[in-house]
């Protein structure tokens, strides 16, 4: 479950939402009853959509062993690899392309 999906039902949520309760004001309750019974089950779908995420995301780390994943990278920048060790480790820790480069260039340094 990737992360946008939750935002998705996230931005789903609001929007009916804001048409349910633009009908209630209207007077319009045969119309807007279902936006806001729509809003609520999006915002249950989101809640859950980011729980999973959230859980997958802390397994995944969970059973990431550091001292193998830095002789993958040192293996892979060995081999002239550097943007693979960098992508490598981007989709492991889930780290942003900055920290990643830093912690590749910082292994880079102790293998040389």
Aim: glycine content about 6%; aromatic content about 12%.
């Amino acid at each position: 479950m990737s992360k946008n999906v939750w935002k998705l039902y996230l931005v789903s949520c609001i929007s009916f939402s804001i048409i349910g309760i633009m009908d209630l004001f209207k007077g319009k309750y045969l119309s807007g009853t279902p936006f806001i019974i729509l809003g609520v089950l999006y915002l249950y779908f989101s809640i859950s959509s980011f729980k999973k995420y959230k859980k997958a995301k802390d397994d995944l780390l969970a059973k990431i062993d550091p001292e193998r994943l830095d002789s993958e990278l040192i293996k892979l920048i060995d081999e002239g690899r550097e943007i693979e060790a960098i992508k490598t480790y981007r989709i492991l820790t889930g780290a942003s392309l900055k920290d990643s480069r830093d912690y590749v260039d910082i292994l880079n340094g102790k293998n040389a």
